[in-house]
């Protein structure tokens, strides 16, 4: 069985409010020179290999369900074992 990765992050030019709340908190604590981006991970598995059109399956629903592209991006990839 393999593993695809969908990892969906905001876009650089949209605001990223809970990313600023980590930043804000690791700084309290001490943690100095760190910026948060706060995102999502989906892994998929998949039953027999990971084919071209399998992968383009996986990205069709990213692009459809998984994220929301008017203020995020993805990138989907090959989790190896």
Not at 17 to 44: C, D, M, N, S
Not at 46 to 54: I, K
Not at 59 to 71: F, S
């Amino acid at each position: 069985m393999a593993r695809i990765v969908v990892d969906v992050m905001p876009k650089p030019e949209i605001l990223d409010p809970q990313g600023k709340a980590v930043t804000g908190a690791l700084q309290r604590l001490g943690h100095q020179g760190l910026t948060v981006r706060q995102g999502k991970r989906f892994e998929i598995e998949v039953d027999g290999e990971v084919t071209d059109e399998r992968l383009d399956e996986v990205r069709q629903a990213a692009e459809t369900v998984l994220a929301n592209t008017v203020i995020e991006q993805f990138d989907v990839r090959v989790e190896e074992a």
